[in-house]
């Protein structure tokens, strides 16, 4: 086997590294600083894609390795990051467990994923990196003060409960959910629907919002991926 052979099993390892580090930021108790481990564990997952179609380096390995990097970094990282986050404000010590579900779900997910031949073009369910950084992103924005807009910490607490509940049903639904994946050959007309210009519309308006108002930059991040979620719900194609 050649060394290009090699290049994208590389890229998903360091995927699968940031998402260790992130899990070591939480258990220090820094949630800004494993969203940053996230955020480069994404770019990683998209890198070992493109350069596997660009090398044609595609592997059942590969494939493998690549859900359980996906699982350490947008399925047990996420989790911990918001069961560190309820830890010190949730109404019931029980309750600090329920986003552990998401790890769970995730697996369930990547699971599924490498049995489903229909997911080629598109997803079925909520992929978990757009789930990954949905919870980071709260979490990571939550540090910097974003509670201070809130109500209440139970309040809060009670949002983190059935929002990770809701994900985790999301994560094994059945629910079409469109990517941006451009396959070689596909009509650049057919490919922007509505619901992807819909969300390219809704994304710039949250960051125009998010940063006239002065906020912390995750929240970006948590509108764009929620904006991407709240499309999908809608009927149609």
Not at 40 to 45: E, G, P, Y
Not at 58 to 69: F, N, R, T, W
Request: proline share 4%; with cysteine.
């Amino acid at each position: 086997m050649t060394v290009k052979k090699h290049i994208p099993n590389t890229i998903t390892l360091l995927n699968m590294l940031s998402g260790i580090m992130g899990i070591i930021a939480v258990f220090n108790d820094k949630p800004q600083t494993a969203f940053m481990f996230m955020l480069l564990a994404a770019c990683f997952d998209f890198c070992d894609g493109l350069a596997a179609r660009l090398l044609g380096a595609y592997s059942e390995i590969g494939k493998e390795l690549d859900s359980l990097a996906d699982l350490t970094s947008f399925g047990v990282l996420p989790a911990l990051m918001l069961y560190n986050m309820l830890e010190g404000i949730a109404w019931s010590r029980w309750w600090v467990f329920v986003p552990l579900l998401i790890a769970l779900f995730s697996a369930l997910r990547l699971a599924k994923f490498n049995l489903d031949d229909r997911q080629t073009d598109s997803f079925l369910g909520l992929p978990t990196p757009a789930c990954a950084m949905i919870c980071g992103s709260f979490a990571a924005w939550y540090d910097m003060g974003g509670y201070l807009s809130l109500a209440s910490s139970t309040g809060v607490a009670f949002f983190v409960c059935a929002g990770a509940l809701l994900l985790c049903a999301l994560l094994v639904s059945e629910l079409p959910m469109f990517s941006f994946k451009l396959h070689k050959g596909e009509d650049w007309k057919a490919f922007w629907n509505w619901k992807r210009i819909a969300f390219a519309a809704l994304s710039l308006a949250v960051a125009v919002v998010v940063i006239a108002g002065h906020h912390s930059w995750p929240l970006v991040i948590f509108g764009v991926f929620s904006a991407y979620l709240v499309i999908n719900l809608i009927p149609g194609k």
